[in-house]
């Protein structure tokens, strides 16, 4: 292993230079990085901004309680809008919780390949737009029930809470499979252990024992994946059609929701009036922003604070 | 493991003053008594759960299945009438019934690579910076924002965008410009040309880049906190500046999934409708063939097109064409979104070397 | 001579002498360091001199702060938050904690190999080029040299000669070690630190690092950490001995080994604790 280390010819020592320039690009770069930071954070201080100032200004109690006006239209408000963003949330979640749960404990359960092509194909579903799903509402729910309702010739036949909601519990359904099996793995494996080894069935310990150890995290994907979708635009277009009035019928004297009629919903009014030449309609827009986004977050916060609850009852 | 010590004492072991036939049976078979058996009809309950919760991953595939079964269907008459040239061709015309969308997929494409081109540098630059220069107090509230800016919903952005961003960009970048020498110059003053009402693919480019970098950001900045310190160490040990050491051994290693965030950025700008529809102008810039160059013209994207036409579409060939619109973008996000899976995947493969 | 095992030395003089029984020359002086992390007191009154172009093994039990006495004399320690250093390191009578010290030349005359071998995703011709490129030199010839210089340093050339383009990464742990170590002799360092540099590696890939630290301790001082005692009596002349942040003797190895001063040191290395 003779080396010839003795006297090495020192090259580095000549170019060793030019250490003030590497310095200087080095401030240079770093400080475009924290610009970058900094515009980044400005954008959201200015959406932030311009959506609270003119949301709160024309943010009225009436928002809540009336419906549009249209004699008026500086009166009036949406509430048809935020009655049907919430009948959409309930629709949805009878599909997207059975599947999204259910189909998030299969991936805890199950062996083999067939698990991670699962996987696979519900990041595919996951990156489907949004629209696309939309059309496939239409075609696979509004148009039948038009059909059904043929009768009626009604141009807006089949357009309804069906319709949007099987849209928009499709959407829920990849985040709150995906939430579920993460909880679901870090429910500590020798829960598992004990319940089946005390002779208990395989359902019975995901009923009885893992499932309300993993409790508040799946309420924390479903509230995270509702959050989501309350504020989808795109598959309403073409699923629900929009109302000025609330769409309920009577059963035994109270008032439920019209499942099959056309609905509104708050991201669709909200579009429609930003489309509108109306300033007041304009106004309200930016309102229903405002109570749009508060929804959203008030189900985000929800979310972490069902995680919080459940581990400290683990401790 | 059956035998726990039951609560109720074996009857035959608590009495042996009443020996019987039967009892000295249960004397030497210990079997607790006051627990049943494990019955079939438990193993039969295993058999449906296993079966419910396979049926609910199945839906998946289901679900995808029933999707391109119902667009294809819809879109036949479409796509006999057409064939092709749907995609080729530039014309879309309800009242002739000639439906055409290249104009449609060069705007989807145009109006993303805008969007990446200005959220990639911020996002990197972002991210470094929440990952080797922010002092430990800035992380909490730094992801917090990240995940407000993710969460508002885009036809929300779309609203901010109509009345203050493209008032904004009127005056402070349109009108400046187009009075400029930037459309002058050869090549790339065609990215300038013409006045424009506001509504653009500028503005769509913008706001969607607004929306992607958050969701670049958040994975970037991930990926670089999950590099290892000795990397960095190594570095510096060698002499080297905190740039040096980012640019020369943080980014390489992050690399591949780096590329990976990049692209399944792109792969949500192309199928953003909501906030694009709102700012891109839904009509055909100035030119004959639909398609411009021009960042300050408007136009449309396959969602856009979708959202804005389908009011308009009367059953039949015009409906039937949208949907193939529908099935189009269906087909362009898959493309994109597998392509990026495999780039993550080759240049993971790279970087790892042997391990 | 000034015991510096048990009371101040009054000079820098009393200090050399006290600690280097050869007249070599001091290459580090370490003046009354003390060290923090925040609020705890990691380092407590070292004093040491290293003698140059020797190897000084720094001995002690986990935790005891030899790592971190390491890492003050290439000032790694700077990049963790909330770290304080009192007292005098000189680096050839130059101070090396002055304001007006450039951290980058300092690290370029002072290397480091790391506890687990960290070579970057880039092909072994890279990696050891790392280092000359950042500091200026991107001449192909020269670099090449380098390269096939340091990778004979390191006694790893013939291994790798035809495949310097392969990632770093496709290399035995062994290997990369001496890869890290080709890759710090390539900025031409004057002292190499090295922190428990075999503690992963099999007994083979270690004994060849022994013997590469042999050769190169010609050239180079060396400063190593381990926790392994043997290889301490093996590699080093000087070696120094740490517990809960101090220096409780430093001397001779072979004192040290075989007749030490003080009680701790002789029950740590007659294995009554560690």
Redesign the interface.
């Given at each position: 292993m003779s080396t010839t280390l003795s006297s090495p010819p020192n090259l580095l020592a000549k170019s060793t230079g030019n250490v003030a320039g590497r310095k200087l690009k080095n401030i240079v770069m770093l400080t475009l990085c924290i610009v970058a930071a900094g515009l980044a954070i400005l954008v959201l201080g200015l959406v932030l901004f311009f959506l609270l100032s003119k949301g709160f200004s024309s943010l009225h109690i009436r928002l809540f309680t009336q419906l549009p006006d249209n004699i008026d239209t500086s009166k009036g408000g949406m509430a048809q809008s935020i009655f049907g963003t919430l009948v959409l949330l309930g629709v949805s979640s009878s599909i997207g919780l059975p599947f999204g749960i259910l189909g998030g404990i299969y991936q805890i359960e199950a062996r083999g390949r067939f698990a991670s092509l699962v996987r696979f194909f519900t990041d595919v579903l996951n990156g489907i737009p949004s629209i696309v799903i939309g059309i496939f509402a239409y075609a696979a729910v509004v148009v039948p029930l038009a059909a059904k309702a043929a009768l009626e010739h009604k141009p807006t036949a089949g357009f309804s809470a069906y319709a949007g909601g099987f849209a928009l519990g499709i959407l829920m359904i990849p985040t709150v499979m995906r939430t579920t099996e993460e909880i679901l793995r870090l429910v500590p494996f020798s829960l598992r252990e004990a319940s089946l080894g005390l002779g208990a069935t395989r359902w019975r310990t995901m009923w009885s024992v893992v499932l309300p150890a993993a409790r508040g995290g799946i309420i924390t994907g479903v509230m995270l994946a509702l959050a989501r979708i309350a504020g989808e635009t795109a598959p309403l277009l073409f699923t629900i059609f929009g109302n000025q009035l609330f769409a309920t019928h009577k059963v035994a004297g109270v008032s439920v929701p019209t499942l099959t009629a056309p609905i509104d919903a708050l991201p669709l009014r909200i579009y429609n009036y930003s489309q509108d030449v109306d300033p007041n309609h304009n106004a309200q827009a930016w309102a229903g922003a405002v109570v749009l986004i508060t929804l959203i977050l008030v189900l985000s916060i929800a979310a972490r604070f069902a995680t919080r609850g459940n581990m400290q009852e683990e401790k | 493991m059956a035998d726990r010590a039951p609560s109720v004492p074996l009857i035959t072991a608590a009495s042996p003053t009443a020996p019987s036939p039967a009892q000295s049976v249960s004397k030497s078979t210990p079997k607790p008594s006051s627990i049943p058996p494990a019955s079939s009809l438990a193993r039969f309950g295993d058999k449906i759960y296993g079966a419910v919760i396979f049926l609910a991953s199945l839906s998946i595939f289901g679900i995808i299945l029933w999707l391109f079964w119902q667009l294809t269907g819809a879109s036949l008459p479409s796509i006999r009438h057409f064939g092709l040239s749907f995609v080729t061709g530039s014309e879309w015309d309800e009242v002739s019934s000639s439906y055409h969308v290249l104009p449609y997929i060069f705007g989807t494409l145009f109006s993303s690579a805008i969007a990446l081109l200005l959220a990639v540098p911020v996002s990197i630059g972002a991210a470094i910076f929440l990952s080797e220069l922010a002092p430990r107090w800035i992380r909490t509230p730094a992801t917090f924002l990240i995940e407000l800016l993710a969460a508002i919903p885009s036809v929300v952005y779309g609203l901010w965008g109509i009345f203050i961003l493209i008032p904004f960009m009127k005056q402070f970048i349109v009108t400046p410009i187009v009075g400029s020498r930037l459309p002058h110059l050869p090549i790339i003053g065609e990215l300038f040309k013409g006045q424009s009402a506001g509504y653009s693919m500028l503005a769509a480019g913008m706001i969607l880049a607004i929306m992607v970098t958050p969701f670049i950001t958040a994975v970037t900045r991930d990926i670089l906190r999950a590099i290892p310190r000795s990397q960095r160490e190594g570095s510096y040990a060698l002499g080297a500046t905190k740039w040096e050491t980012i640019s020369q051994v943080v980014i390489p290693y992050a690399k591949s999934g780096i590329i990976g965030a990049v692209i399944l950025g792109l792969g949500r700008a192309l199928g953003e409708t909501m906030a694009v529809t709102m700012l891109i102008g839904n009509q055909p810039p100035n030119t004959p063939n639909g398609i411009s160059l021009s960042v300050f013209q408007p136009g449309y994207t396959l969602a856009s097109a979708l959202a804005n036409k389908f009011s308009e579409a009367s059953p039949g060939l015009s409906t039937s064409a949208l949907v193939e619109v529908g099935l189009v973008l269906f087909g362009v996000t898959i493309v994109v979104n597998g392509a990026a899976r495999l780039l993550v995947f080759y240049t993971a493969k790279d970087v790892q070397g042997g391990k | 001579m000034a015991d510096v095992t048990t009371q101040k030395p009054t000079s820098l003089q009393d200090l050399a002498r006290a600690q280097t029984s050869a007249p070599t020359a001091a290459k580090i002086l370490v003046e009354n360091v003390d060290f923090y992390y925040s609020a705890f007191h990691a380092l407590k009154s070292i004093n040491m001199v290293i003698p140059d172009r020797q190897v000084t093994a720094l001995i002690g039990p986990s935790g005891c702060g030899k790592s971190t006495f390491l890492r003050t004399l290439?000032r790694?320690n700077d990049?963790i938050?909330g770290t304080r250093l009192t007292g005098k390191i000189t680096l050839d009578g130059e101070d090396l904690y002055d304001k007006r010290v450039?951290v980058?030349?300092?690290?370029?005359r002072v290397?480091?190999v790391?506890q687990?071998p960290?070579?970057?995703?880039?092909s072994i011709y890279d990696n050891i080029a790392?280092?000359?490129r950042?500091?200026?030199?991107t001449n192909r010839k020269?670099l090449n040299?380098?390269v096939e210089?340091t990778l004979?340093?390191s006694?790893l050339w013939e291994e790798v000669k035809d495949k310097l383009k392969?990632?770093?990464?496709?290399l035995s742990g062994g290997q990369q070690q001496r890869l890290?170590i080709a890759?710090?002799?390539a900025?031409?360092p004057e002292v190499i630190l090295m922190d428990e540099p075999c503690s992963a590696l099999d007994p083979n890939s270690t004994f060849r690092i022994e013997?590469?630290m042999e050769?190169?301790k010609?050239?180079y001082t060396i400063v190593i950490v381990t926790h392994n005692m043997q290889q301490a009596a093996r590699v080093s002349q000087r070696t120094g001995f740490f517990l809960r942040g101090e220096m409780k003797e430093f001397g001779d190895t072979d004192q040290i080994f075989t007749s030490p001063k003080q009680k701790d040191t002789e029950d740590y290395v007659s294995g009554k604790f560690g």
């Open positions: - | - | 290439n790694m990049l938050d450039d980058v030349d300092l690290r370029k290397g480091m790391f687990k960290n070579p970057f995703p880039m790392y280092g000359p950042i500091h200026g030199l020269k040299e380098i210089r004979r340093g006694a392969a990632s770093a990464f496709a890290c890759r710090t002799l900025v031409e013997q590469l050769d190169l010609k050239d």
